[in-house]
């Protein structure tokens, strides 16, 4: 209790310096507070999203080389005299790259023109051989077509003789039965006319083919005197064989007229002196023989007949195609093809020269061997133009594709061709982890065999958000970014690190391309910081 009034003013004037000196207090502290917490707190560097492209870029070193090479060839097989040139040697159009022996070329020709003789006269021989082979099968054709006729034309003779005896006899037995008791008359005997007529023919064809066998021997034994050629001496052994088989079928072919005439006249002789029972017997008996005989002349007609039609139709047969002639002539044009070739060289005067401007890159011939059936000299074509090859590592070829332009510069600096453009782009066969590429350059601008680098420079999509690699985080396999957010608490306003996922795009050695639907343009997000960051730290810009 106040006993006294007079002491409330100075009551209250301690009251408002207590406080007025604890807000003084209050205000020191909150400022050394956040003079504390910005001296903790860490400062960070921050970049907004940029809609741009991502640049790659890609530099290799290689060579220049030739775009294509080119074999010189010559013909095989000749001594090389000189050799005039050695690998690396730069030659032009039409310079001598070596010579060959003269003297062994001409030899070689020589030889070449003698294969070329004998071939002539084995493709003449082979012809007149053919031509041979031909007449000999169209005369056994017209032979054996003639011995058909004569051979039908014989046996169908002794068909009709052999019926007309069987005729005879039937009519004779006829005559006998219907004769009276009486004696029989006598009947003109023309079985024993045809007999004997028969047998006459027969010895007529008999010496007929004595004579032909005859004029075929003798004209064999003069072929073999005048040394034909042994296709003509078969042809006519076989003839020859031929004639003497035809006077053996006439030899048989009399017997057997001489013995049926010779049982026919035995027969009516035995009949004079016989009674009327055994006289028709023997009438009866002569007209069953008449009858087998007849059967028999019919079968020989067939069986004659048909070995007469397979002879005429083996004669017809195709004969084995003789490719001799084609094939000799096929090697007359290889030989001539050959021989021209030698020939050229002959009028060049043995010397081999560059077919166009160019590099030697190597030479497979030396003074005093023989040239080979492959390349003599491997010549770098220069008049094709060059190429550029460079090996770079799988990652960077992926960037490039074939068609992009690239731009070379030799190594010195001082030449440059620009607007190239990518070849081929390919596995480098030593290497599985490199890549080859190749690109074309117009002769002049460089040198083969000169070293150059290129230079090449593409740009991926344009993408609306894209920020530098130091930005971009990774935690279990996901990638964020930090960003700058303000927020409240009891001390006022401040600024936060949050955490936001993002879907990485595309990106190459310093930008990044990224997704994400909490980003925009004005985004701040942490690039770098004074110290270590975490998601819900508190931070600091850094002031421009």
Known sequence: MIHNKNQLPDIQKKAGKALGAFLVVMALLTVLSRAAANIITPRVTCTVPQKTALKYKVTATGTVKEKQQQAVNTVPGIRVKKVLVSEGDHVSEQDVLFEVDMEDLEEK???KNRELEKLKLSLKD??????LEQQNKSTEQSRAEEDYSRTKESLDAKVQQAYEALAEAQNRLEEFDSQSSGEQENLPDSVEEALIQASDEKHQLLEQAEADADQKKALLEQAKTEQKPQEILAALEKDAEEAENAVQSARDACTSADEALETWQASQEALENQSAGEQRQVLADACTQAENAYEDALRLREEGLADAQRKMEDTRKPTVPDSTPKTTEME????QTELDKYTALQKAGGQILSP???IVRKVHVEAGSTTGEGSSVTLADLSSGYRYTASIPKEQAEIITDGDAVTLKSADGKKTAEGLTIQSITENKENPDLTDITADIEKG??????SAVLYAEMNSAVYPCV?????????DNQYFVLTVQETENILGNELTAVRINVEVLEKNNTMAALKADGLDADSQIILSSQKTVKAGDRIRPEEE
């Open 445 to 450: 601008e460089f040198d083969a065999d000169e």
């Open 467 to 475: 920020v530098p690699l130091e930005a971009l985080r990774m935690e």
């Open 109 to 111: 020709i020589l030889l």
């Open 332 to 335: 007359m044009k290889t030989l």
């Open 126 to 131: 082979s012809r007149e051989k053919s031509r």
């Open 356 to 358: 166009a401007e160019g």
